[in-house]
């Protein structure tokens, strides 16, 4: 099956910092998604983001399918963004995700 | 507010038990999927549901069972619970080609 590698598995940030989390993926993938975990266990849809950028006020992600990775950009964070960034692949658009561990992200005042 | 309801959102219960956690998915969406969130397994797939079949299987212990019924809502059954079982369990829904949206989980203790 599809393996995740997600980079870096921790990050710490001043607020106003920005970011870039990575993804890769062992095989192509035709359904990529980010995630955003936040502290009450929430688990929040980012992007659905199989290729291309797209943006979402201070989000931003892009993914090059050809190559097999994924970049989740974060610019002007703030302490709300804290939480764990998990980015998820899977064979087709309906089919199940492989998600990776994770990017433990905190921000400090 | 994602759309997708879990009840309940905590259950504690002892080793031996069996529970049933329920997933009602956004209106519309026919697939239903189960991740099961562990701490030193992360987000793991279960199994998944369309339209009342099931789609695809994951590393689902055998003691462990599904269904959905023909409103689409679905039932996750855990049965001769282990301690190992403690963990944050997700129900997820999609339509096709669209993101995938979680309920808000609920927390199984098993003591």
């Known amino acids: 099956g599809i393996q995740v590698e997600q980079s870096p598995p921790d990050l710490i940030l001043q607020e106003g910092a920005n970011s870039t989390l990575r993804c890769n993926f062992s095989?192509?993938?035709?359904?990529l998604q980010w995630f955003h975990q936040n502290p009450w266990g929430q688990l929040i849809n980012l992007f659905y983001i199989p290729s291309g950028t797209k943006q979402n006020g201070r989000l931003s992600a892009t993914t090059v399918a050809t190559e097999r990775y994924s970049l989740l950009y974060i610019s002007s964070s703030q302490t709300t963004d804290s939480g764990v960034y998990f980015c998820?692949?899977?064979?087709?658009?309906?089919?199940?995700?492989?998600f990776g561990e994770g990017t433990q992200l905190t921000v400090n005042p | 507010d994602s759309g997708v309801t879990q009840t309940p959102k905590h259950l504690i219960t002892a080793t031996g038990q069996r529970v049933t956690l329920r997933c009602s998915p956004r209106?519309?969406?026919?697939?239903v999927y189960w991740y099961q969130q562990s701490l030193d397994q992360g987000l793991q797939f279960l199994i998944q549901y369309y339209n009342g079949e099931e789609r695809a299987k994951g590393n689902i212990l055998e003691r462990f069972s599904a269904q959905q019924f023909p409103d689409l809502h679905s039932e996750l059954n855990l049965s001769s619970l282990e301690l190992g079982d403690s963990a944050l369990y997700f129900c997820a829904s999609s339509p096709r080609e669209s993101p995938l949206h979680f309920g808000n989980g609920t927390r199984l203790t098993v003591t």
């Open positions: 095989d192509s993938v035709n359904n």
């Open positions: 998820a692949g899977g064979e087709t658009s309906g089919s199940r995700l492989t």
């Open positions: 209106s519309g969406d026919l697939s």
